[in-house]
């Protein structure tokens, strides 16, 4: 056992700094002696050691410390009931959570929240609605913390009323003006598609953050409204919001999909006065965005003043130049690519076969899955069978394209087979019947 050299062996002292030192097994070792001495171990200690398994998510030591607590007689506390929820919770058991919930003799609530909280965490949805409701029948007032827990519910159940319900409920607590609790609201309304809704909640925050910014963005660019997500970013700067890079990045993922191109090259000068300029997110978000919009030269500006590129800058480049239909410039990174030696992964490789494929590079794409395999032993997914097939089918190699499919070590999915498919009426001999009658018995067997 490692105790502090300042304390020694057993002390009150020494358990205090295992626990900051993140020991919790070391800690619990120490409550062990302590209680074979005969000594009284506090709730505020047993917090300190339940925190410690928390942070470690180390549920051997958790349970030790509730049988523990149950050994000081002290599992009817509910503080440290609230935070043996917790603990359960967070380190994956939610059976034991919710069984030292229901023993609780008593329940206050930062015990209802926790409850809340651990199956809003495990997706048990309407299990954690219904202890809302147990809670509002008990006439507690539930907190901001509860609100926020019980709106992630309702977003996640995609449930716009009963999220309408809780609005109301957290007005008349007096809680609209919680950042917290907007965000929350926010993410909700955006999710269900009340744009409205969203949107005045936020006119409605005197102080909105960075998540308010993120819940927007992602809300609007998911319903199309590129030109909204600009609006809000100008409102926000006049309300002093602190923006960082990864914000920048978003919002220039929305210019390249509304094609906003002018609005893109605003955000960029404003990158580059922030500093933000070298953060490699957002130079992906640059590249994409000015060779999705076009501006091929700018592109490669931004990618070749990169020191080092990483993966991420090289998929950008290449997807963005398959969009623009820049077939020699995406035929040329490639082999710059196996020049320089770099290793793309599974995901990089679904890029570049992606790219082939919208451009119709088949000797590239063939050549590239061949590499990906023998070079760097990546094993092939769906994704990249899926890839390939449409690259051989829009080319009218339909029977190799089938073939391929056929070959895989597992099932693919309804996307290879209605590529295909739809390639063969568009590309192909629409006189094959055999064919085509082959290839629709495939998508309807895996999606009937």
Request: charge should be neutral.
């Amino acid at each position: 056992m490692i105790v502090s050299p300042r304390t020694g062996h057993g002390s009150l002292g020494s358990l205090k700094w295992l626990c900051r030192q993140k020991k919790a097994h070391d800690a619990v070792q120490v409550i062990l002696a302590l209680q074979h001495q005969g000594k009284e171990v506090s709730a505020d200690l047993f917090y300190h050691v339940l925190q410690c398994s928390i942070d470690q998510r180390d549920l051997i030591s958790g349970r030790t410390v509730y049988c523990l607590i149950v050994r000081a007689s002290l599992e009817a506390n509910t503080f440290l009931g609230s935070h043996i929820i917790r603990m359960f919770a967070s380190c994956g058991s939610l059976y034991e959570a919710d069984n030292v919930f229901r023993r609780l003799p008593k329940h206050n609530l930062h015990t209802w929240s926790a409850a809340i909280a651990a199956h809003t965490r495990y997706g048990r949805a309407a299990n954690a609605f219904g202890l809302y409701r147990q809670l509002q029948s008990l006439c507690l007032r539930p907190d901001e913390y509860i609100f926020a827990s019980i709106l992630k519910v309702c977003t996640k159940l995609r449930n716009l009323h009963y999220g309408q319900i809780v609005h109301i409920d957290l007005i008349e607590e007096s809680y609209e003006w919680d950042s917290g609790v907007c965000n929350a609201l926010i993410d909700l309304y955006m999710k269900c598609g009340s744009l409205k809704d969203a949107h005045v909640v936020f006119e409605s925050m005197s102080q909105p953050d960075t998540v308010t910014m993120t819940a927007l963005i992602s809300g609007y660019r998911q319903h199309g409204c590129m030109e909204d997500v600009l609006d809000v970013f100008h409102k926000m700067l006049v309300k002093g919001l602190i923006f960082d890079a990864f914000i920048l990045s978003s919002l220039l993922k929305a210019c390249s999909d509304g094609l906003l191109f002018i609005q893109g090259k605003l955000l960029h000068a404003l990158a580059i006065e922030q500093d933000f300029d070298k953060d490699t997110i957002l130079r992906s978000s640059l590249i994409y965005m000015y060779a999705k919009c076009g501006d091929v030269s700018d592109a490669c500006r931004v990618f070749s003043i990169m020191p080092g590129a990483n993966l991420s800058l090289w998929n950008s480049l290449t997807s963005g130049f398959a969009l623009q239909g820049e077939q020699g410039l995406v035929v040329n990174y490639v082999e710059e690519l196996r020049r320089r030696e770099l290793k793309p992964d599974a995901l990089g490789f679904a890029c570049l076969l992606s790219a082939c494929s919208k451009m119709g590079l088949v000797g590239e794409g063939c050549s590239l899955f061949q590499w990906m395999q023998k070079k760097h032993g990546i094993i092939p997914t769906v994704e990249h069978f899926t890839c390939i097939a449409d690259l051989l089918s829009r080319a009218g190699f339909l029977t190799r394209a089938q073939d391929l499919l056929q070959s895989m070590p597992s099932s693919c999915d309804t996307v290879g087979w209605s590529a295909v498919l739809s390639n063969c009426r568009t590309f192909g001999d629409a006189t094959d019947v055999t064919l085509i009658s082959d290839l629709s018995k495939s998508s309807q067997l895996l999606d009937p």
